[in-house]
């Protein structure tokens, strides 16, 4: 009976197979019929005339088969809708529109797209070309310092600097002249085995702070912070260890900065002469005790102590721990810092120097609700004097930057709200820690801005994973003015591709105003851009 009614389903299915076969509108083209191609030809690899110019330049491109489509056509520079103001057989004249940017152009007829050469739009940011470093790093630099002789130290994850390498790696630390040339004198023999985040001036030397265990030819003792000396050397200091009556006395020697942590450190603020704070993603401070014996006391032995002490820190000079800075007397502890990430600036001029600035993604800190921001005193303790009362921010806060001349701080992350009010992705706050109303962000196409920082005279510097902001096309960098709008002039340059962690105001080798940009980045105004660039700021 079954295999009757398998040959009955066998015959069924042939038979709907055939007359399906037979159905003739089964055979149409499913994706409808094709379009007529157009007859546009635009030479990508022919220049336009001229190749450069300012907004309002006329630019004539060469292309063909426009004339039909004159009155429909749409030409765009970098994404920004030019005036046509004649088409010919042969070409097109156009006058490049105000806030067109370095990049290609497109002429659009109906859903068609075709693609012609590229144009760069002249503006009043530019790459510098006194700057002696063309090939960058090849890695991230996480911060750059100017030394007191006017050169320049930089450290993060690269490990060669402008080809230097090649000969001897140039592991996370490298020091440069104020053109950016390699300077070779440093002493930082194998640099750092790990990520090098900061660096700061201390004493006749630096601290230098990361997520690393080894330094030069150190492989051991160094917990995430060490002290330098000027040269790039690591500070040691000889201790006698311990040694049986028997056992002739010796010295070795040892990181002279006796003090660390479990996890990165981030930031590093010199308190005076004689402390230090420190920020980052660590749990328990470490120290070690040198001068023990092993169990069976047959030879010398490094004893590691730690105290639980969470996101900050204060050291003395030596390395050792404060316990006067954030410790809670009635709980016998160090407080308790944010349940998410935190970061920290310090000011270091204006009314609030020596305070700290706290920010992430935390949503409370020290135990009591915290909008993902506040201000600490210089002891440590939370500063009720910022945004008393307000909720801060509705979600994380990825950059934050103090700038004393204005007075202001600027926010760029996640966020949408600040105390509630509308805040997209992009926030100004007066010094008491409100929102400075005056500043609206506009709307971002993409994933929005992961940097933002105000320069000495207003205009603001932003940076991210965005397209278009405000409708015009803004591919990852642009400059705003204090009201949050695009500055004519200073937005033609081209695709930005990366992040930026920092920013330094200086001048080129000319004199020139000039802002040296440095992070994990891949391009500048279309240009390949190695993480470390210095750029012009035409006036």
């Known amino acids: ?17 055939c007359w399906s076969c037979n159905k003739e509108t089964l055979l149409q ?12 030809t635009m030479n990508r690899n022919q220049a336009p005339s001229p190749t450069a ?17 004159r009155d429909e056509l749409i030409f765009r520079f970098n994404g920004e809708v030019a005036q046509v103001t004649d088409v010919t057989e042969t070409e097109i004249k156009l006058i490049v529109p105000d806030f067109a940017s370095t990049g290609v152009t497109t002429v659009s007829i109906g859903d068609v797209v075709v693609f012609g050469p590229n144009f760069s739009v002249t503006g009043k940011i530019n790459l510098d070309p006194t700057f002696n470093a063309p090939r960058g790093t090849n890695g991230q630099v996480d911060r750059v310092i100017k030394t007191e002789d006017g050169r320049l130290l930089l450290v993060g994850r690269f490990t060669d600097y402008d080809n230097k390498g090649v000969i001897r790696p140039i592991n996370r630390i490298a020091r440069t002249f104020s053109d950016g040339s390699y300077d070779a004198s440093l002493r930082s023999g194998n640099g750092g085995n790990g990520s090098l985040i900061d660096i700061v001036p201390f004493g006749n030397g630096y601290l230098l702070g990361g997520a690393f265990s080894g330094y030069s030819q150190r492989s051991t003792d160094i917990s995430n912070l060490t002290k330098l000396n000027g040269n790039g050397t690591i500070d040691t200091m000889g201790i006698h260890p311990f040694r049986r009556p028997d056992q002739s006395d010796t010295i070795k020697y040892y990181p002279t900065f006796n003090g660390g942590f479990d996890g990165y450190v981030g930031r590093v603020y010199p308190q005076g002469g004689d402390k230090v704070v420190v920020g980052g993603g660590f749990r328990y401070y470490i120290n070690r005790r040198y001068d023990q014996p092993n169990k069976l006391e047959t030879r010398d032995s490094v004893i590691m102590d730690s105290v639980e002490v969470r996101h900050l820190a204060r050291l003395h000079a030596d390395g050792t721990l404060d316990s006067t800075f954030r410790f809670d007397e009635a709980a016998d502890r160090f407080k308790p810092g944010g349940n998410g990430d935190v970061f920290t600036i310090v000011h270091d001029s204006g009314p609030h120097e020596g305070k700290f ?12 609700p915290a909008g993902r921001i506040l201000r600490l005193n210089a002891d440590g303790t939370v500063d009720g004097t910022f945004n008393a009362g307000g909720t801060g921010a509705d979600q994380a806060i990825d950059k934050l930057f103090y700038n004393a001349t204005t007075g202001k701080y600027i926010l760029a992350g996640k966020f949408r709200q600040y105390n509630g009010k509308p805040a997209n992705r992009l926030a100004v706050l007066n010094e008491d820690g409100t929102l400075d109303e005056s500043f609206m962000a506009k709307t971002f196409d993409g994933s929005g801005p992961n940097f ?26 642009m400059v705003l003015d204090e009201s949050g709008d695009l500055i004519p002039g200073y937005n033609a340059t081209g695709i930005f591709s990366g992040t930026i962690e920092d920013i330094m105001e200086t001048t080129a080798q000319d004199g020139r ?20 660039i210095r750029v012009i700021i035409e006036e």
């Open 1 to 17: 009976m079954q295999s009757i009614i398998k040959t009955i389903v066998a015959f069924s299915a042939i038979a709907w197979l």
């Open 29 to 40: 083209e499913p994706y409808g019929p094709a379009k007529e191609p157009l007859g546009i």
């Open 53 to 69: 110019g300012l907004p309002g330049t006329e630019v004539t491109i060469k292309a063909s088969g426009l004339l039909p489509f």
């Open 357 to 368: 600035m706290v920010y992430g993604t935390f949503n409370q800190f020290d135990g009591v």
């Open 452 to 477: 933002a920082k105000q320069l000495s005279d207003g205009k603001i510097i932003v940076s991210g994973d965005f397209r278009t902001y405000d409708g015009v096309a803004r591919n990852g960098f």
């Open 513 to 532: 105003r000039a802002l040296l940009i440095y992070g994990s980045f891949s391009q500048f105004n279309s240009q390949p851009a190695d993480n470390y």
